[in-house]
């Protein structure tokens, strides 16, 4: 059965970093995209980051771009999120997610059939 599981989530002051983590069974990674979600209450979820370890092809959402970096690790089966100079607008759940894609990634979140729980993200002071 294929699984997602986040971890690493907390409470960190603003300028912090986190490193989020994505561990999948059922599934090789190598073979699958991952997408990073988030979503804050009372907004839509907003698609942040994705990889393609096949072609190394990875996007980031504006909002995030320079601060958060995607990463796989295919012999350990998980994915990573590592966010930099966190903000208090960072905080949300996050999710991670995969589906099988031939080239490429999106941040649309029609474009995964596969979902993980969501870790909890608060950044404040």
């Known amino acids: 059965q294929l699984q997602l599981v986040e971890s690493g989530g907390g409470l960190v002051q603003p300028g912090g970093s986190l490193r989020l983590s994505c561990a999948v069974s059922?599934?090789?990674?190598?073979?699958?995209?991952i997408g990073w979600f988030r979503q804050a209450p009372g907004k839509e979820r907003e698609g942040i980051s994705c990889?393609?370890?096949?072609?190394?092809?990875?996007v980031y959402a504006d909002s995030v771009k320079g601060r958060f970096t995607i990463s796989t690790d295919n012999v350990k089966n998980t994915a990573y999120l590592q966010m930099n100079s966190l903000k208090p607008e960072d905080t949300a759940v996050y999710y991670c997610?995969?589906?099988?894609?031939?080239?490429?990634?999106?941040?649309?979140?029609?474009?995964?059939?596969?979902w993980g729980q969501g870790t909890q993200v608060t950044v404040s002071s």
């Open positions: 997610a995969a589906d099988i894609r031939g080239l490429g990634c999106t941040t649309q979140a029609t474009g995964y059939a596969y």
């Open positions: 059922g599934f090789t990674l190598g073979y699958y995209v």
């Open positions: 990889i393609n370890s096949r072609d190394g092809f990875t």
